[in-house]
């Protein structure tokens, strides 16, 4: 069984580039009948919060890519990572260095110097063996080459000489990065390691501690990082700071989720996928090799076709669940919906959008003249007689502006300033139809 994970840091929130090696897991996984499982690498417990654990998770559960265990926290298994660590010892794949700090900064300046690599000169010495003070590294080749079959890379090759003796154990007997990903993807049985290219320098090294293991060797499938529109790094000042930004923001999941799938992955269409619910046909072969830009004009575009494209009950439940509006509130959401939802990015503008429709509502009509503000009491006097509908509004506005020689232009900026505080609103009669001839008369006669 195909089984992969994601395993992020919490010494900070889950950003987009980290969503994106998420969904990639997930949808591999999903399209394979595969497991998908979260490990948070907690270990670097100075840099580390629960604060930051909890907006990972908030985020995944946000985007709806739930693991399909629960989650696996990297610190409880400290014991495994030590016990592999002192078996590569007990068997000549590594060995405690006794270096102190400043030795190591003198070894390092003169090594790179000459363009080599770290060797400790305890590699082949056992010297110092009652010596307390010491880190466990591993024993590199020194000869030959090491090959990585990438799933989406292809083949890379880098030569055994410039790879350096990595340290396993600190000082203080805590593990790694590079030692405990490996033991904990051998323990949680992982078969395909699919993660951002920053990772493949990683993977040559960490590899021959599976090698000298003799565990099973997982797939790889290193995935090239996302940038920014001017090519650089992608970082805060190109979108927003990690994933419940985009939340915040107003944009739908399922957005980010198909945004996300088009950063580095072959699609021809346009398509709004249901990833979640339907099954996808998800290759790690289709994975481009080239960076990713990431564009937050093409993500706002693709919001607002999703919600043109959404079933009036579908957005109808999101609004209900995100504003909880009154029963009559809700009723002309309804009715006003299918107009406004034509101009919207995020269905979040509705807020704003409909504060008209409150009883409490009041425009600042300062800017108007007397003229103007008589043309509406005129027009609204009309309608008090009137049958209270959409069509009969209507035709007493029209027939009114015929008779005076007028043009709606003439009339619809100020009726809907006076009446919504908005240069744009919802088809004008409609508006007066649900504000009801009570309020619409009451909003004109107030101010004049």
């Not at 690599?117 to 009652?130: C, G, H």
Request: proline share 4%; glycine share 4%.
């Amino acid at each position: 069984m195909i089984r992969t994970r994601f395993a992020p840091s919490p010494t900070g929130k889950l950003h987009i580039g980290g969503a994106r090696t998420a969904l990639f897991n997930y949808l591999f996984s999903k399209y394979n009948n595969g497991k998908f499982l979260l490990r948070v690498e907690d270990t670097d417990r100075k840099r580390s919060s629960i604060e930051n654990v909890e907006i990972i998770l908030n985020s995944l559960e946000w985007l709806k890519l739930h693991p399909s265990e629960k989650e696996i926290y990297q610190s409880t298994q400290t014991l495994k990572h030590i016990d592999v660590a002192y078996e590569l010892l007990k068997n000549d794949f590594a060995y405690k260095c006794y270096l102190s700090n400043e030795e190591l900064n003198d070894i390092r300046t003169k090594a790179r110097e000459k363009g080599e690599v770290i060797k400790s000169p305890y590699r082949d010495e056992s010297i110092n063996k009652l010596k307390q003070d010491f880190v466990i590294r591993l024993k590199m080749p020194l000869k030959g080459q090491t090959i990585i079959q990438d799933k989406v890379q292809g083949a890379v090759t880098v030569n055994n000489s410039i790879l350096d003796d990595m340290v396993l154990l600190r000082r203080n007997n805590t593990p790694t990065y590079m030692l405990a990903s490996v033991v904990d993807d051998y323990n949680m049985e992982i078969t395909h390691i699919i993660r951002g290219d920053d990772h493949l320098n990683n993977a040559f090294r960490q590899i021959q501690i599976i090698k000298f293991m003799n565990w099973p060797l997982p797939n790889y499938a290193h995935i090239p990082l996302i940038h920014g529109q001017d090519g650089s790094k992608l970082s805060k000042r190109h979108g927003a700071d990690n994933v419940l930004d985009y939340k915040n923001f107003g944009f739908e999941p399922e957005v980010i989720n198909n945004y996300l799938l088009r950063l580095g992955y072959s699609i021809n269409d346009d398509n709004i996928y249901d990833l979640i619910n339907n099954s996808f046909g998800f290759k790690l072969e289709k994975i481009n090799k080239s960076p990713s830009k990431f564009d937050i004009k093409k993500l706002s575009n693709m919001n607002s076709i999703f919600l043109r494209n959404q079933p009036l009950s579908n957005l109808i439940e999101i609004i209900k669940i995100k504003y909880n509006p009154c029963a009559n509130t809700l009723k002309n959401i309804e009715f006003l919906l299918p107009e406004l939802i034509q101009r919207y990015t995020f269905l979040s503008e509705i807020k704003e959008d409909l504060n008209w429709l409150s009883s409490d509502f009041s425009s600042d009509l300062s800017k108007l003249n007397q003229e103007n503000l008589n043309l509406v009491f005129e027009v609204l006097n009309i309608l008090k007689s009137s049958n209270w509908n959409l069509k009969s509004i209507n035709e007493n506005v029209n027939e009114y502006l015929n008779r005076n020689n007028l043009k709606m232009r003439d009339l619809g900026p100020v009726l809907r300033l006076i009446l919504t505080g908005k240069k744009n609103s919802p088809d004008i009669f409609k508006v007066i139809y649900i504000l009801g001839r009570n309020e619409c008369i009451k909003r004109i006669t107030i101010d004049r």
